[in-house]
Nanobody, 125 residues
Framework: QVQLVESGGGLVQAGGSLRLSCAAS????????MGWFRQTPGKERELVAV????????YYSDSVKGRFTISRDNAKNTVNLQMNSLKPEDTAVYYC??????????????????WGQGTQVTVSS
């Protein structure tokens, strides 16, 4: 069992930056691929970024590539999402997720085993 708690959301102007953090409980954190998803009302949940359990492999959706960076610290049981050059279309609830599957499987399925409660990110124009 893994429990995930996100923090760092908020309101920012377009072009600004935010850093989301996700704190995970459990001794097996380092064995999970970790991802960030986002969702806006009326839309399907979108995979934003994924990082492998060792941190050596990352994936980004085309909509955030070059602007967002995912990282993890297995010693601290944390995963972060640095978001730069934010756009109004980045406005969403962002969810941290943990998966027992490989990074490739997370990308292909957009599924995870454990989810955080979500944190709101609002980008004003």
């Amino acid at each position: 069992q893994v429990q995930l708690v996100e923090s760092g959301g908020g309101l920012v102007q377009a072009g600004g930056s935010l850093r989301l953090s996700c704190a995970a409980s459990g001794r097996t954190f380092s064995t999970y691929a970790m991802g960030w998803f986002r969702q806006t009302p009326g839309k399907e949940r979108e995979l934003v970024a994924v990082i492998s359990w060792r941190g050596g492999t990352t994936y980004y959706s085309d909509s955030v590539k070059g602007r967002f960076t995912i990282s993890r610290d297995n010693a601290k049981n944390t995963v972060n999402l640095q978001m730069n050059s934010l756009k109004p279309e980045d406005t969403a609830v962002y969810y941290c997720a943990a998966s027992k599957s490989s990074t490739r499987e997370v990308v292909s399925s957009s599924r995870a085993d454990y989810w955080g409660q979500g944190t709101q990110v609002t980008v004003s124009s």
